[in-house]
Nanobody
Framework: QVQVVESGGGSVQAGGSLRLSCTAS????????MGWFRQAPGKEREGVSC????????YYADSVKGRFTISRDNSKNMLYLQMNSLKPEDTAMYYC????????????????????WGQGTQVTVSS
């Protein structure tokens, strides 16, 4: 059973930074596209960013473009989301997800493309 585990959430003031990390056990990490999603109370889950299996292709939601950076280290089975210039509207539970398909050159923007999900890590940004 693939297990996805996120870490790195916390509480920061607006303008601050956080780095989320994610690892997936029992998954040959290399080659699987990975994504970050978030869900705020009372709102639907939204895609934040994704990265192709090879790391060469990325996607960012307009709301985080220029502030967040997704990266991966396949040698360590690790996925990261560096979040800078955080805003109160970034407050949400952040989820890491793994695509079961091997996709070296693309990543999915829709949650339905990901089969393996972590439990989430809370990010709270105060004004």
């Amino acid at each position: 059973q693939v297990q996805v585990v996120e870490s790195g959430g916390g509480s920061v003031q607006a303008g601050g930074s956080l780095r989320l990390s994610c690892t997936a056990s029992k998954l040959t990490f290399d080659g699987h596209a990975m994504g970050w999603f978030r869900q705020a109370p009372g709102k639907e889950r939204e895609g934040v960013s994704c990265i192709s299996g090879g790391g060469g292709s990325t996607y960012y939601a307009d709301s985080v473009k220029g502030r967040f950076t997704i990266s991966r280290d396949n040698s360590k089975n690790m996925l990261y989301l560096q979040m800078n210039s955080l805003k109160p509207e970034d407050t949400a539970m952040y989820y890491c997800a793994a695509d079961p398909r091997v996709r070296y050159r693309a990543c999915g923007r829709d949650a339905s493309e990901y089969n393996y999900w972590g439990q989430g890590t809370q990010v709270t940004v105060s004004s």
